[in-house]
């Protein structure tokens, strides 16, 4: 660990303004959005914008909250206050028309192990109420290198490859707005070199893509925006390279060296409070 | 309605049906251990057992029946925890599918895995001599009881399949269901027992249930059996629905 600037306070609860904030409506807006469990507040008022096309991170330690977020973006779960919108639409009063423009692949692959690969995609195609789900199955093997597979019940695949499958049931029926929670959590490299390939495809075809992580070098990878939960509240929001410029350049004393996206995040929440909260 | 209700269930339910003929060991393991107790009171206690009937197998099978019944809709709970567990549960449920497909699906998958267990059964029960000189008619109403029977309990089995926290908890449900047929009429007459258990026994609906199929199995006039028993199944089937669509909504909001 390279942490060299402790200057956290100022920088809690900073605001960056977006260079390009381009529509008007972005696809996902999230405003004041809280959800306690019991006791536990879990969100504190989360605002959050994401454009239309864009890939955004939303990082946070293990128990910040994320699924939560999700959950209730995906209108699985009703938050206490504040709204949300996606599409244009309010998860709370028009759930039926959110959910025709979604897709959710939750934290742990959601795949039919007793069906083969390509009957979980036709089902999925079917529940989608979709043309030739057949046809659609078979494109989606042959994007994510499964054609061979295909006909293998599901049981048998390998994590990379199961995730693989849980990502390409996500994308039937082109829906324009996509959440992965923690697409690449438990996987091995090779498996997570292949979901992030899959990520960018996705968003390459215009796909909004709201992905969360606890792996900062992800979001570095894959994300235009990357949004920081912590404590309830998105603390701070913005490029890498606005991320980056939060802290100073190093003033090290032999090398001059970038903040990496791992200073910002320690320094921002603080290298000891993630432990206890999972 | 929603207007997708029909092609989504049919989906659905098309999947959980391959889920059985990929393990058909549960329409085996479903009807086993109704076949042993057949088996078992047949050949070991039946001799014992003064029923007044002229074969003990006749007088037992309806019994057995409602017991492959009990053991069959675990299953549905079962899977349905499963689902749950494995999180495809809230895929359905985050996409534009009607909603209620996904638990009228498990139980029409239950209906068709418990008629065949059903069969098998029956054919065990010929094979040791049952027989009975029913019509076509007679037959349809047998089945008719038993579809009321088994939508109920299976109703039944969407409550813990919905709620319970270990897939041991989800099925465990189903053993004093499977136990309410030794106090009945399905294995020994009422009127052997002392006071208190006879007057379980007999305002119990399994009672009523047995009898009113023995009457049909034996083509005497049914009369009130049969009204009683469908009131049973009846009043079980839409007390049993709405506390599922109670626990459905609590899981899913
Ligand atoms: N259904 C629930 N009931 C009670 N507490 C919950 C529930 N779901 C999550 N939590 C708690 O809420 C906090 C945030 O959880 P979660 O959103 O899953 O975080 P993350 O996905 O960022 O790891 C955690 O402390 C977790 O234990
Ligand atoms: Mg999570």
Request: hydrophobic fraction near 50%; charge should be neutral; charged fraction near 15%.
């Amino acid at each position: 660990m390279t942490l060299t600037l402790r200057q956290p306070s100022m920088l809690t609860g900073m605001d960056i303004p977006s260079a390009t904030q381009p529509t008007p409506e972005p696809a996902i807006h999230v405003r004041g959005l809280e959800k306690s469990y019991k006791d536990l507040r879990v969100l504190r008022g989360v605002d959050l914008d994401v454009a239309r096309g864009s890939i955004v991170a939303l990082l946070g330690s293990n128990g910040a909250g994320k699924t939560t977020m999700v959950r209730i973006l995906a209108t699985l779960l009703r938050a206490d206050a504040g709204t949300a919108r996606v599409n244009s639409l309010d998860v709370a009063t028009r759930a039926a028309d959110v959910r025709a423009s979604i897709s959710l692949t939750g934290q742990f692959a959601a795949v039919d192990e007793i069906l083969t690969g390509r009957e979980n995609l036709v089902l999925i195609a079917r529940l989608r109420h979709l043309k030739d789900p057949g046809g659609i199955a078979d494109d989606l093997l042959a994007r994510f290198s499964l054609t061979e597979a295909g006909g293998r019940r599901v049981g048998t695949y390998s994590g990379g490859m199961r995730r693989r499958l849980d990502i390409a049931m996500s994308l039937i029926g082109n829906p324009p707005v996509v959440f992965l929670d923690e697409p690449t959590t438990g996987l091995d490299p090779q498996a997570r070199l292949e979901v992030w390939q899959a990520v960018r495809e996705l968003a390459a075809g215009g796909t909004t893509v709201l992905l969360t992580t606890q792996y900062l070098d992800e979001a570095e990878q894959l994300a235009d925006r990357i949004a920081i939960l912590h404590e309830g509240r998105i603390v701070v929001d913005g490029t890498l390279g606005e991320l980056r410029r939060l802290l100073p350049p190093a003033t090290v004393e032999y090398v001059e060296k970038q903040p990496t996206l791992e200073d910002v995040f320690l320094t921002l929440v603080g290298a000891g409070t993630e432990q206890g909260q999972r | 309605m929603n207007r997708h209700f029909l092609g989504d269930t049919a989906a659905l339910l098309g999947r959980s049906l391959r889920h059985i003929g990929r393990s058909p060991d549960t329409i085996v393991t479903t009807a086993i251990m109704p076949i042993a107790f057949m088996l078992l009171f047949v050949y070991v206690f039946g001799g014992a057992i003064e029923t007044g009937a002229d074969s003990y197998v006749n007088y037992l099978l309806p019994g057995i029946l409602l017991i492959t019944i009990a053991s069959g809709i675990s299953y549905t709970a079962y899977r349905l925890f499963l689902d749950i567990q494995g999180g495809i549960f809230e895929r359905f449920q985050s996409m534009p599918i009607a909603r209620s497909a996904v638990l009228w699906a498990h139980v029409l998958t239950s209906l068709v895995a418990n008629l065949v267990s059903l069969v098998v059964v029956v054919g065990v029960a010929l094979l040791i001599g049952f027989r009975t000189g029913m019509n076509v008619l007679g037959w349809l109403a047998v089945a008719g009881i038993l579809v009321l029977f088994t939508l109920a309990l299976t109703w039944l089995a969407v409550i813990p399949g919905l709620t319970a926290t270990s897939v041991d908890g989800a099925s465990a449900f189903s053993y004093p269901l499977i136990l309410l047929p030794f106090v009945s009429s399905a294995f020994v007459p009422t009127g052997s027992m002392p006071g208190p258990v006879r007057a379980f026994a007999e305002h119990q609906p399994v009672t009523a249930i047995v009898d009113a199929i023995r009457h049909l199995f034996t083509r005497q006039p049914v009369g009130a059996d049969l009204w009683v028993a469908l009131a049973w199944c009846a009043g079980i089937l839409v007390v049993a629905y709405l506390l599922a669509a109670v626990a459905y909504r609590r899981r899913i909001s």
